[in-house]
């Protein structure tokens, strides 16, 4: 059972180039979402998904953008790659919003140079 | 409005102390507080909730202390072992189902 799985662990941008970061779920969960995390920080929230073909932006989805053909996938887009993205991003879900627990995967960290 | 403030950044104790993690909120439409234990390179998973209506709640050596009329609500760990030390991010969430994250607390638990 393989919960939420992302791809690729770590990843080497150079500035101006793209990427997806892949995400995907095997508990027919509805609710999927994007965070960042850096140092002293925590986690932000970059985009969410309540269900299939719904997205929103949440805290800090400048340099973003997702879709959600189906309730398996999440990708994160970043277009124009900065420095300032340079984090660790996590995905995760839950059945029905926060009070159900969230599910992270384990992660990909990438770097902007 | 939608922070959540959380200290100390960091923390150590030796085995066996009780180590206590602090955040506190403005939003009072909060009203699930939940806490995500981080080992590294894994992703944050869920340790223990609490609703509001409640002033603590205990699961195993971890119990929350929850104070509605200050909005602060904090983490303790009871006979702290050393395969507690991880990060722990304190949340809160409103009905919308996000979660809004504290800055996190790195725990060191000492032999």
């Known amino acids: 059972n393989a919960g939420v799985t992302q791809t690729p662990k770590f990843r080497i941008l150079k500035i101006g180039q793209s990427m997806t970061l892949q995400c995907t779920q095997d508990?027919?969960?509805?609710?999927m979402y994007w965070y960042r995390q850096d140092p002293g920080m925590g986690l932000k929230l970059i985009y969410y998904s309540v269900g299939a073909g719904i997205t929103d932006k949440g805290e800090v989805p400048n340099g973003y953008n997702v879709s959600r053909s189906t309730t398996e996938d999440f990708p994160l887009r970043l277009e124009l790659a900065a420095p300032s993205q340079t984090s660790v991003y996590f995905c995760?879900?839950?059945?029905?919003?926060?009070?159900?627990?969230?599910?992270f995967g384990s992660g990909t960290r990438l770097t902007v140079v | 409005q939608q922070q959540v403030k959380q200290s100390p950044q960091s923390l150590i104790v030796q085995k066996g102390g009780i180590p206590i993690i602090n955040c506190a909120y403005e939003n009072t439409a909060f009203d699930y507080f939940p806490w995500y234990q981080q080992f590294p390179g894994k992703g944050p998973a869920l340790l223990i909730a609490?609703?509001?209506?409640?002033s603590e709640k205990k699961e195993g050596r971890f119990t929350i202390s929850f104070n509605k009329s200050a909005k602060q609500f904090s983490l303790h760990i009871m006979d702290s072992q050393p395969g507690d030390s991880a990060t722990y991010f304190c949340?809160?969430?409103?009905?919308?189902?996000?979660?809004?994250f504290g800055q996190g607390t790195t725990l060191q638990v000492k032999p």
């Open positions: 949340a809160a969430s409103a009905d919308t189902g996000k979660l809004i």
């Open positions: 995760a879900n839950s059945r029905q919003g926060a009070l159900y627990g969230y599910t």
């Open positions: 609490i609703r509001p209506d409640v």
């Open positions: 508990m027919n969960h509805n609710y």
